[in-house]
């Protein structure tokens, strides 16, 4: 850089002619303040508040529909592992990346071939209609079975007087059966010897002597057995009421099968 000489002295010139600017301020006077970015306009109260609650429940549904739904239990049939008006959630994620119902687990499901003819279901309110809808509260008025998974595709599964129940050819040790039931029944239905066909499961409550499961639909046009496009999803945990909190785990008799 050099200088060239000015009317009123020198002036600092860049080597491509150009002038040197001074920004500083002059002394006495202060820096002007940089622009702020403009301030983003609220939604008013009247707006936001319904608009946060629209996604509240979008999320909700999409969670119920894809995720984890909330089920309650009608009756004592899974007793004790599940009481009357516990309250259940059921993993309904796993199916969608091929997942199948195993031996052992606690699984929710469509009523396959009328399982629920004559059962009295208690119409549910227009809020649990909407609640169980969206997922918030526990689906009300469907026709929805839990029941446990005993067999899968080729699995023949038996039952000769008062037990124990035979999953190809072993006993198998159910310490989740209700106190004082027998494993199996001396009753019409309660004596079978069946081979589950593939797609397929053979389900049996825990409450055996007060369970109407695979056992006593046999003439159902299925057999008994419950197709796995009606499974929903895996109970998981048991949420509601609070003392009665628990997840529901295969049972060790079952990893002993294969």
Excluded at 41 to 68: D, G, H, M, N, Q
Excluded at 79 to 99: A, C, H, I, M, Y
Excluded at 129 to 136: D, E, P, S
Excluded at 221 to 236: E, K, N, Q
């Amino acid at each position: 850089m050099r200088q060239e000489p000015t009317e009123s002295g020198t002036a600092d010139v860049t080597d491509a002619g150009d002038v040197a600017t001074d920004l500083r301020p002059e002394p006495g006077r202060e820096a002007p303040e940089a622009p702020r970015p403009p301030r983003r306009r609220r939604l008013s109260p009247w707006v936001e508040y319904p608009l946060l609650a629209a996604v509240a429940l979008v999320l909700a549904f999409l969670i119920k529909t894809f995720l984890v739904q909330a089920f309650l239990i009608p009756s004592g049939s899974m007793q004790n592992t599940l009481q009357e008006d516990d309250r259940v959630l059921v993993d309904k994620l796993t199916p969608w990346f091929g997942s199948e119902s195993d031996r052992g687990e606690v699984v929710v499901f469509r009523d396959p071939a009328d399982w629920l003819a004559g059962h009295e279901l208690k119409p549910p309110t227009t809020t649990q209609k909407v609640l169980g809808f969206v997922g918030l509260m526990p689906a009300a008025g469907e026709q929805h079975l839990i029941k446990r998974v005993i067999g899968v595709a080729g699995d023949t599964v038996e039952c000769q007087g008062t037990g124990p129940v035979k999953l190809n050819g072993k006993p198998l040790d159910e310490p989740y059966v209700f106190a004082g039931n027998t494993p199996c029944s001396n009753d019409a239905g309660g004596q079978f010897k069946v081979t589950v066909p593939a797609g397929h499961l053979w389900v049996m409550g825990d409450h055996r002597q007060h369970s109407q499961d695979s056992r006593y639909h046999q003439n159902d046009g299925r057999g008994g057995m419950v197709p796995l496009t009606d499974v929903v999803g895996r109970a998981i945990v048991v949420a509601w009421p609070v003392p009665h909190w628990s997840t529901l785990p295969v049972p060790d008799t079952f990893t002993t099968q294969d």
